[in-house]
């Protein structure tokens, strides 16, 4: 490889990596809040919906959590301020784990969306997703998950 070319390629890594970094950083990646069990309920700290970026504190729309002896994560939707949609990440047409982002669930399988509460916005699936019921107080919130 001719000198000026490997130090063109070696800039455009340099440039590069930095901005993938920060592109990355900036899309934000999936969180799994910290759960505890009281009572048959599945507890959820609100300050999970915090986080710290460059010093700020930022909201996080969403976490996700996994409770044993469910195959698929549940994923909480703050949908209005301090009302949360508590949702399994199983779509409903044939079970595949969807995705999170944007506002919506996609499936990665045959492409139905659902809304961050948990209805049915595009098919193939006909039906919403399973969702739980939640409460809230202060400083938690609460799934009954059965
Ligand atoms: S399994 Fe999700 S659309 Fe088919």
Redesign the pocket.
């Known amino acids: 490889m001719e000198r000026r070319i490997f130090i063109k390629k070696c800039c455009q890594v340099g440039i590069g990596l930095p901005l993938a970094a920060s592109l990355l950083q900036s899309c934000g990646a999936l969180y799994y809040a910290t759960t505890t069990q009281d009572a048959g309920k599945t507890i959820v700290a609100k300050s999970e919906f915090w986080e710290v970026r460059k010093n700020k504190k930022v909201r996080r729309p969403f976490v996700l959590i996994t409770v044993e002896g469910l195959a698929f994560p549940i994923c909480i939707y703050e949908t209005q301020e301090d009302n949360y949609v508590a949702s399994l990440l199983k ?6 784990e ?1 995705n999170v982002g944007g506002g919506i669930y996609s ?1 990665p ?4 969306e659902f809304s961050a509460s948990g209805g049915l916005l595009q ?3 006909e039906r919403d997703l399973k969702t739980f019921k939640t409460e809230t107080d202060h400083e938690n919130i609460y799934l009954y998950i059965s």
């Open positions: 779509c409903t047409h044939r079970g595949c969807l499936c399988c045959h492409g139905s098919g193939p699936a």
